[in-house]
């Protein structure tokens, strides 16, 4: 048997086990005593049970051996202890103080411990009523509400509890053993408190070293009942008495219900059927061993904190299998488990992921506006934007809490009923089964996110966001031509001009084929077209070349510097975070000089984000939905303020640039048939992408602003990637559903608001610089002068 010391911080035994005395096991196998032997019959046992290969005593003394041959005498069983017993202790202390160098210490720490604790547990035994740790008394937690940026409409209520209460006779005993086995595997025979563990956590307290619990699993539930979080010998102190009295007052099935019921196994999951549920799809009483093996070794911890990242499967999978571990052999010392079956006990495969709601499936989310439509990814939003700094809370769903959001109610109506299916008057009624719209809106000169639609299923896949599934990152869509603003922008601050000139005709750069996505080349400017119009006619061959001119880092830096955090590689799937300090782009990885022209999936809110930058000139603001934050006053119905809105915006994009790509993209929205009205001045870009291997396109974008108001919109698919067709039959487009979608919004949420001018072209770069090589064609002014020319050749896309 290891010492204490052997096992990780926290994991020893909770109490001085049967192993430490007895190296054989022992007549305390089972671990269902339910009593104390008296410590000098029990040292007699223990002496008796000595053999002659026993080595001598640490003083020297000999001892008499048995008579070789005679029968070991039996142990005597140990006597059930009457009713009311005394504290144990003294004989942890005596043995701990029999060490000549910490005697002294020891003593006086004992005195300490006697002194100044002697209070707390007096008053705890004779005020502290058990009744009060009935689950059924238990205080409730208070409701967080989260608003609009009005303050009255409400969007979301957090605080019901995700809890179901089961009869602990369902569970399998070693279903049950499995979930304590590696917080308190001594649970049956100890009578709710455990001395050792006490001083011992105590003593590191006191002595400055690592804070441990080592508390019973009794101890562990009158924490919970009690919600005292405070690390000290005199909460510990007080912890063990009503432990004590908690186990005088109930049997130990009543105590396991309690505690298997109320205890938190992270993902939002209070309880051991709400956890099965959670995490394995199942209910409690069908878990297996190895299954039950999980819960029980996340409970520890279950979500991580700045200094470990707790035994989450999916957040840390070698903690989390290493604690698993753990637990099982506790299971077999406990003689819980045999050896043949702790051999064969295998990690299970099914362990689900994370959810969106963190296994909270009882937010009562409520819509806005008259379309009654759920906002639930907008809170997952604010729940991790309210885990940062500033605000710091981590009591979110209990603390009360009345949350102020940027969601403007006529905008996050307008979304909704423009882009879900089934709502009034969506232009998504009547589109086949397998085509899914996402829409977020944002305010340039904030980063407020006006409105947010990525599904109706808070629980399910974001299509507007990223999602963490299957161990990685998901979310993002291709682009398509719509990514050109960004590469236009980098080409603008690379020295290039609206008026440099590319040859736009289809070529083949070694083994790729750089088309301009079944469009020709338009015969006005032949094979001499300009940055300005292969935006505005949406050419991919000039914005592959000028990638590959100037580099794709370039592209991406300009990217992130508008707004995009996250890209995804085609290649492998992987997400790669622009913002991260360990970020490089090479000359041609992670990305490819198809960056260019938007091969790599964004998310729909970086989208959104790039685009209000341009239309904020280059002031970049963070997007983010949290507005207000109050907490309650304690006894009142009143709230005081936590923290609010603190915006730092910061200049990415020269003003000049910004201000040339809107005008570009101010030709862009009534070419496709998308001005608002009233004419208002907007910039807009359409972008498409086809599915692998077929011509048909999967992904459709239009994205554009106002002054006020910036907004992206994706249309693609629910799940497997396939073809998208408007009602018409023919492939989805840029400027048709997307932008019709796009066109419904904004008129929507911009209605009432003023009219404001983008500012004029700035004319930034030179227009000389150009694709290398190329030279103007020449003028001739009398057509029978002129050479004869072959005909202008056209590219395709």
Not at 302 to 322: C, H, I, K, R, V
Not at 568 to 575: L, S, V
Request: hydrophobic letters at 35%.
């Amino acid at each position: 048997m290891s010492s204490y010391g052997d096992y990780p911080s926290g994991e020893g035994p909770a109490t001085v086990s049967d192993e430490a005395h007895h190296p054989q096991g022992g007549p305390g196998q089972g671990r269902h005593r339910q009593g104390r032997v008296d410590d000098d019959e029990y040292v007699r046992g223990m002496r008796d049970r000595y053999t002659a290969s026993t080595p001598p005593p640490p003083s020297g003394r000999a001892r008499v051996p048995l008579r070789e041959g005679a029968p070991a005498e039996p142990r005597p069983e140990r006597p059930v202890a009457p009713a009311r017993r005394p504290l144990p202790g003294l004989d942890f202390l005596r043995r701990l103080g029999k060490s000549r160098k910490r005697k002294a210490l020891t003593i006086a720490f004992a005195a300490f411990i006697m002194l100044f604790g002697s209070t707390t547990i007096v008053v705890t035994y004779f005020v502290d009523n058990v009744a009060m740790l009935d689950p059924k008394n238990l205080p409730n937690a208070q409701v967080t509400k989260i608003f609009a940026d009005d303050g009255k409409t409400q969007l979301a209520q957090l605080g019901t509890e995700n809890r179901e209460a089961i009869p602990m006779g369902i569970l399998p005993d070693q279903v049950k053993h499995a979930l304590i086995a590696g917080e308190d595997k001594d649970f049956y025979n100890h009578h709710g408190v455990s001395i050792s563990g006490i001083v011992r956590a105590a003593w590191n307290n006191v002595t400055g070293g690592d804070t441990q619990g080592a508390s019973t699993i009794t101890q562990q539930y009158v924490k919970i009942a009690t919600q005292d979080v405070e690390m000290s010998i005199f909460r510990k102190a007080r912890e063990a008495v009503l432990a004590r009295k908690l186990e005088d007052e109930y049997d130990k099935e009543t105590i396991l219900g309690f505690y298997l019921n109320n205890v938190y196994f992270g993902r939002g999951a209070i309880g051991v059927q709400v956890a099965a549920r959670t995490y394995f799809n199942k209910n409690a009483k069908d878990l297996t061993v190895a299954e039950a093996a999980v819960l029980g070794a996340v409970v520890r911890q279950p979500e991580e904190t700045a200094t470990f990242a707790g035994y989450d499967p999916q957040l840390n999978p070698s903690a989390a299998q290493d604690r698993w571990a753990y637990v099982l052999n506790n299971m077999k010392d406990a003689d819980w488990l045999s050896d043949t079956d702790r051999a064969a006990q295998q990690y299970p495969k099914t362990v689900l992921p994370i959810r969106k709601d963190a296994g909270n499936a009882q937010w009562g989310l409520k819509g806005v506006g008259q379309t009654g439509l759920v906002t639930g990814n907008v809170v997952n939003y604010i729940s991790e934007e309210l885990k940062a700094a500033p605000y710091n809370i981590t009591d979110l769903k209990t603390g009360g809490y009345r949350i102020t959001t940027t969601i403007d109610s006529k905008a996050q109506a307008a979304a909704e009923s423009a882009a879900r299916r089934g709502a009034p008057g969506s232009l998504m009624t009547g589109q086949k089964a397998n085509v899914m719209a996402a829409i977020v809106a944002i305010e340039p000169k904030t980063g407020r996110v006006l409105a947010y639609y990525g599904g109706d299923d808070a629980t399910g896949h974001d299509y507007a966001g990223k999602n963490f599934e299957n161990g990685q990152l998901t979310g993002g869509h291709p682009a398509g031509s719509s990514f050109k603003m960004y590469t236009l922008a980098a080409a603008l601050k690379d020295g290039y001009s609206l008026d440099s000139h590319f040859d736009p005709a289809a070529f083949k750069d070694g083994d790729f084929e750089i088309e301009n996505a079944g469009r020709d080349v338009d015969e006005s400017c032949g094979n001499y077209c300009t940055l300005e119009w292969a935006t505005v006619h949406s050419y991919n061959v000039p914005f592959y070349k000028v990638t590959k001119l100037m580099g794709v880092d370039k592209v991406v830096a300009m990217a992130k510097s508008a707004g995009i955090t996250t890209m995804w590689n085609t290649g492998d799937g992987k997400a790669y975070d622009l913002t991260s300090k360990t970020f490089k782009q090479t000359d041609n990885a992670p990305f490819y000089y198809h960056a260019g022209f938007g091969q790599y999936p964004i998310t729909v809110i970086d989208h959104a984000s790039g685009v209000a930058t341009f239309a904020n000139r280059g002031l970049y603001n963070k997007p983010h939905f949290v507005l207000k934050v109050e907490r309650p006053i304690a006894g009142t119905d009143k709230f005081t303020p936590v923290n609010g809105e603190k915006l730092s915006p910061k200049q990415t994009i020269d003003q000049g640039i910004a201000d040339d790509v809107n005008y570009v993209l101010q030709k862009i929205p009534g070419a496709g048939g998308h001005t608002l009205s009233g004419s208002r001045p907007v910039t807009g870009k359409t972008g498409t992408w086809q599915c692998q291997q077929t011509k048909h396109n999967c992904h459709a974008w239009f994205v554009g602003s106002t002054k006020q108001i910036a907004a992206a919109v994706w249309v693609g698919n629910v799940g497997k990637e396939q073809a998208v067709y408007e009602k018409t039959g023919k492939d989805v487009s840029g400027a048709g559903l997307p932008g019709n979608i796009w066109e419904k919004f904004m008129n929507a949420a911009s209605k009432g608001m003023s009219e404001q001018r983008f500012a004029d072209k700035a004319g930034v770069g030179d227009p000389t610089k150009q694709e290398p090589g190329l030279r103007e064609p020449r003028k001739c002014k009398w057509i029978f002068f002129c050479p004869s020319t072959e005909p202008t050749r056209r590219g395709r896309g």
